[in-house]
């Protein structure tokens, strides 16, 4: 089974569904690719924001449509499948859009058949300690899955980790902190973690054999290529 396929069957089959999504290391793709799986199924798809997400004029979401007003989103009622963004400017920086209010997110989210949204933000980097303001996961989420990028393997700590300023290496020993760190991989308790990047001389060994907690599921793979290494 392809990756995205495997995902898109661990999300609850309901209508409205709303994806949270957070950590670091591929949620953009995630996002954008979930997106694009659905629309061809013949969803209708919404991309927002508990926090902040890049802009549409710096990074291509593959959407039909983009909105920074509440009104003209609730205007826009497409009459087949498609992907639109939803989220609010930010007058201090045009790179980034920032969470509209949670019960505009919440009334929009409920015209569409899923809705993405990113819940966290890691600065473009693989791995993140989380803040007492991180993740932002609304309530009305169905399902959460948190990403970590596996390229940060063998790597200095402090340049592939947000949050993080320590002398170590990312190695086994760092990731199991990482996953049982209560700021780690893991706050906001998701459903899944997605280890993407498993490609080119990315291996899979030292991911499946952390000490990750009971019942937490994995999944390791590469979003770039779709395809599904192994699966805890």
Aim: hydrophobic residues 40%.
């Amino acid at each position: 089974m392809k990756l995205l396929e495997k995902i898109a069957s661990l999300v609850p089959e309901k209508e409205n569904v709303f994806i949270s999504i957070t950590g670091g290391g591929g949620k953009s793709s995630l996002m954008k690719d979930l997106a694009a799986f659905y629309k061809a199924q013949g969803k209708k798809v919404l991309i927002t924001t508990s926090t902040h997400i890049q802009s549409y004029l710096f990074y291509d979401w593959g959407t039909d449509r983009n909105f920074t007003m509440f009104e003209e989103a609730c205007a826009f009622n497409p009459d087949g499948p498609c992907c639109i963004l939803y989220a609010s400017n930010m007058q201090d920086d045009v790179q980034r859009l920032k969470a509209p209010f949670e019960e505009r997110v919440h009334q929009l989210s409920r015209r569409y058949d899923v809705t993405i949204c990113e819940a966290d933000g890691s600065r473009h980097l693989p791995l993140k300690f989380h803040t007492s303001r991180d993740p932002v996961i609304y309530p009305f989420s169905d399902i959460t899955i948190a990403v970590m990028g596996a390229w940060a393997y063998g790597k200095e700590a402090w340049e592939v980790t947000f949050g993080y300023d320590g002398d170590n290496l990312v190695d086994q020993t760092f990731l199991n902190h990482y996953i049982s760190s209560p700021d780690g991989l893991l706050k906001g308790r998701p459903d899944y973690v997605l280890v993407n990047g498993l490609d080119g001389d990315v291996k899979a060994e030292p991911f499946m054999f952390l000490s990750w907690p009971r019942g937490t599921r994995v999944l390791g793979g590469s979003l770039m290529n779709n395809t599904l290494e192994f699966e805890i």
